[in-house]
């Protein structure tokens, strides 16, 4: 699979002044949006759990996460973020991808609007 990255912002909430933006990965294997604990700290997100996640080794770990306002490609949605390592690589995961009907377009390793997102 081909290599596709976006530029993201997350905040906090829809007034927050603080950001995080970044050229975050595209993983079609993750669920969620992972970003450094330290930058999401300093956009005002607040961590409010903690979840066990399986990374693609398959070793399982625990991380921190929170609710943030996710933004890419002229889209608004809003989702948990995973506090990661400081030198983790931002992720943007399918959840957020699909909540504003783009998908991956495995033929062109592009990604594609959608006409409509699926209710079904």
Known sequence: MGVIHVTVTLRATQKSRRKY???FLVDAGATDCM????????AGIRRRGRMGHELADGSTVTYGFGLAEIEFMGELTSGRVIFGPE????LLGVTALESVGIVIEPATQRLRRLPAAPLK
């Open 21 to 23: 933006e970044a050229d």
């Open 35 to 42: 970003a450094p604990a330290s930058k999401l700290q300093r």
């Open 87 to 90: 030198n983790c690589e931002p």
